[in-house]
């Protein structure tokens, strides 16, 4: 069964000129990172969505950094496994020619597609990576796994916050155009490990599929679609990415 529908969705994303891979936090669950909406959405009883907005960072800023470290020192011994892989090593022979023959849009922070060698990833939702100066904006680079102080920026003086979307917030206008390039460009989309219930992410998705596009969906829940349809109504292959998306890529 599993067989003829990664079958199935081979040759429905084989004669695309340009397909839209969108990830979320289930491509790396097998890596240990936690997922929001799986058994993994609190921290210290708190659920992720009373710390991940500007307002928990406003009136308890230690906490949320506390919370954004620790995701740190996780995701720091997390390692990129075979599904962030095969969609590195397939983005690569794809672009051999030079040509972009697609995007990955991804909803994650914590940079294992980066790890693991993917050509162009567009930071969806920001980066785990990166303090944002809460007075100007400006972003750096930040590997550090404690903060005794909270962390201040180079240029303002002011208290940093991570470089992440909230919800509630933009999407970072460069990250937000180079995915709507690729919805324009798109004739295909593969969609790998998300609940697809955040906007503008799903929108992306949705934008392919109502422009006739063929969709092919890579989720284990089994309430995730509606019987062989996934979320977005395409080709749903029903289990965890790091089995599947390698099957999916696998060279001819
Ligand atoms: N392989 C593939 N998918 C998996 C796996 C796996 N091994 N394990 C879990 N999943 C699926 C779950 O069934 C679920 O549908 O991954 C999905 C993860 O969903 P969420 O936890 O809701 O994460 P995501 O969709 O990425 O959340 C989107 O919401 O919390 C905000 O900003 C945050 O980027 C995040 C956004």
Known sequence: MLDSRIAEARRALAPARFVLVLTGAGVSAES?????????????????????????????????????????????????????????????????????????????????????????VIRFHGSLWRNRCSACGAEREDEALHHAELPVSPCCGALERPGVVWFGEAIPRAALDAAYDAVQAADAALVIGTAGVVYPAAALVESVRAAGAPVVEVNPDEDYGLGERGAFGGVWLRGPAGAIVPRLLAED
């Open 32 to 120: 240990g990172v936690p997922t929001f909406r799986g058994p993994g959405g609190y921290w210290r009883n708190r659920h992720f969505s009373e710390l991940a907005n500007p307002d928990a960072f406003a009136s308890e800023p230690r906490t949320v950094w506390d919370w954004y470290l620790e995701r740190r020192s996780t995701v720091r011994l997390c390692t990129p496994n075979a599904a962030h892989a095969a969609l590195a090593a397939w983005a690569a022979r794809r672009h051999a020619d030079g040509e972009p023959r697609g995007a990955l849009v991804t909803q994650n922070v914590d940079g294992l597609h980066e790890r693991a060698g993917h050509p162009e």
